[in-house]
């Protein structure tokens, strides 16, 4: 039976895993030792898993002190409070008036505050542009104008012919 590789087919990963132990069947054993022969991607992976074994294998774990049970046992069996964990926080709960007195603020507050924000809220008001004032003329400012326009336009010429430069 010719299986395919299983690293790159990522199928039967597992046979790379349990290959040199009791939990492989036989028949799989020959089939994977046959591709073992020819792929050496596969090779390697069963080489350091068998490496990463053989060093547990020689691991020795330290001992367990002799009181460790009874020193459980008495952990288990000791009374912890909660406020023990968060003693920095028991005090609020020693006058139970603190915590039901916020809230009771928080809320008037809340109670206070949103309709005034509702009542203050200041409705969206287009623009007005602003008004522009047209006066009407008086016929004798008009003269009066037309005379200074005239007046400054002789200045002009005179300025410019006592000047040496062209007419305007």
């Given amino acids: 039976m010719e299986i395919r590789c299983p690293i790159a087919s990522q199928e039967q990963l597992e046979w790379l895993l349990d290959y040199g132990t009791a939990r492989m069947a036989a028949g799989d054993v020959v089939a994977l030792e046959r591709h073992l022969a020819g792929c050496a991607a596969c090779r390697e992976m069963v080489a350091g898993r068998q490496a ?15 009181g460790f049970n009874r020193q459980l046992y ?10 023990d964990r ?3 926080f028991c005090w609020l709960m020693a006058w139970r008036g603190i915590p039901a007195a916020a809230a009771a603020c ?9 309709p005034r924000m509702m009542l203050e809220r200041p409705a969206s008001v287009s ?7 047209v006066d009407s003329p008086q ?11 005239e007046m400054l ?3 002009d010429r005179a300025v410019g012919t006592s000047a040496g ?3 305007l």
């Fill in 139 to 149: 016929p004798e400012q008009v003269v009066h104008d037309l005379d200074d326009m």
């Fill in 74 to 83: 008495q952990r288990i069996q000791q009374e912890t409070r909660w406020c």
């Fill in 165 to 167: 430069g062209a007419e």
């Fill in 52 to 66: 990463v074994q053989s060093a547990l294998d020689l691991w020795e774990a330290p001992g367990v002190s002799p």
């Fill in 106 to 114: 928080l809320i008037v507050a809340g109670l206070i505050v949103t």
């Fill in 86 to 88: 968060w003693e920095p």
């Fill in 153 to 155: 336009h002789n200045f």
């Fill in 127 to 133: 623009p007005q542009p602003p008004a522009i004032r």
